[in-house]
Structures are given as structure tokens and as C-alpha cells.
Nanobody, 126 residues
Framework: QVQLVESGGGLVQPGASLRLSCAAS????????IAWFRQAPGQEREFVAA????????WYGDSFKGRFTLSRDSAKNTVYLQMNSLKPEDTAVYYC???????????????????WGRGTQVTVSS
């Protein structure tokens, strides 16, 4: 059974950094993407970034390019989201999700993701 577990959220001040982790288990396929989405209260779930396995190709939502960076530890089946220069508007629950056999045109489509974690809260406030 596929499981995705997010961690690393918390309360930080504006300008700070956080690194979120998405630990995956039960993934039997070698062709999938792990993505991060976020959802703020009263808003739709928003695509943040995604990384494809096995080649490590990455995609970022326009709002996050230059501030957020993906990385991975293949041995741990973990994908990391490094978030820098955090702003109050980055406050949201951050989810990771899996898309099987991803293609570029569907990478930001949340309907194409079949497994989701429970999310980790990120709060940016002074």
C-alpha cells in the first residue's frame, strides 16, 4: 500500500526557511512523480512543485521559482521541499502526492494524483 508522510512544517517568521519532507513507501512502480501542493484556508489546493522518478526532472509553479527547491534522497524514498524567504502568504497546509506515469502537461493537475499524504502545516507569522 502506498503511503506518503509529510513532515517539517511549523511556525516561522517572515524571511525564514523551512525544509519539508515527503517520505514515500509502498511504491512499486519506477515511473511516477512526487509533487507538493498547498492549500490555504478558503482557497483551492495549489500546485507548488514536482519531481519525476527516475530521472529527477523537476517542475515548479510560477509563484515558487527561485524560492522553493526540490531535492531527493533516493535511498530513503524521500523528496524534500526547501522553502526560502518565506512570506505570510505561504501559510498553508502542504501536501505531497503521487502521480503515476507523469507527463509534463499533467504535472500540475491535482486530479491526476492518486495518493496523498495528510499534510503538514506551515505558518509564517511575526
Amino acid at each position: 500500500q502506498v503511503q506518503l508522510v509529510e513532515s517539517g512544517g511549523g511556525l516561522v517568521q517572515p524571511g525564514a526557511s523551512l525544509r519539508l519532507s515527503c517520505a514515500a513507501s509502498g511504491l512499486t512502480s519506477n515511473s511516477y512523480a512526487i509533487a507538493w501542493f498547498r492549500q490555504a484556508p478558503g482557497q483551492e489546493r495549489e500546485f507548488v512543485a514536482a519531481m519525476r522518478r527516475p530521472n529527477g526532472a523537476t517542475w515548479y509553479g510560477d509563484s515558487f521559482k527561485g524560492r522553493f527547491t526540490l531535492s531527493r534522497d533516493s535511498a530513503k524514498n524521500t523528496v524534500y521541499l526547501q522553502m526560502n524567504s518565506l512570506k505570510p502568504e505561504d501559510t498553508a497546509v502542504y501536501y505531497c502526492a503521487r502521480q503515476p506515469n507523469p507527463i509534463a502537461s499533467t504535472i500540475s493537475n491535482r486530479g491526476r494524483y492518486d495518493y496523498w499524504g495528510r499534510g503538514t502545516q506551515v505558518t509564517v507569522s511575526s
